[in-house]
Nanobody, 124 residues
Framework: QVQLVESGGGLVQAGASLRLSCVAS????????LGWFRQAPGKEREFVAA????????AYAESVKGRFTTSRDNAKKTMYLQMNRLKPEDTAVYYC?????????????????WGQGTQVTVSS
């Protein structure tokens, strides 16, 4: 079992930056593929970014490419999502997710573990 806890959300103006963190406990973090998803009010949860368990492959949704960067620090059991040039349409609850020995595609398709989410609100 892997427990995930997100932090770093908040209320910012358009154009600002935020960095989300996802700290893991339990399981073997370094062997997990990791991902970020988000869910806006009235919409389905959508993929944002993923990083393979090896750390060698990273994938982003088209809507965030060039603005968001994800990374992982296995020693700290932490994944990050650096969000720059935020837009009002980025407003959502952001969730981190994990799957054992997963590629980015596998994380995107079906994570096994989820965090509780952190709210990001971008005002115009």
């Amino acid at each position: 079992q892997v427990q995930l806890v997100e932090s770093g959300g908040g209320l910012v103006q358009a154009g600002a930056s935020l960095r989300l963190s996802c700290v893991a406990s339990g399981g073997t973090f370094s062997n997990c593929g990791l991902g970020w998803f988000r869910q806006a009010p009235g919409k389905e949860r959508e993929f944002v970014a993923a990083i393979s368990w090896s750390g060698g492959f990273i994938a982003y949704a088209e809507s965030v490419k060039g603005r968001f960067t994800t990374s992982r620090d296995n020693a700290k059991k932490t994944m990050y999502l650096q969000m720059n040039r935020l837009k009002p349409e980025d407003t959502a609850v952001y969730y981190c997710a994990a799957r054992w020995r997963a590629t980015t595609a596998q994380v995107m398709a079906r994570p096994d573990y989820w965090g509780q989410g952190t709210q990001v609100t971008v005002s115009s």
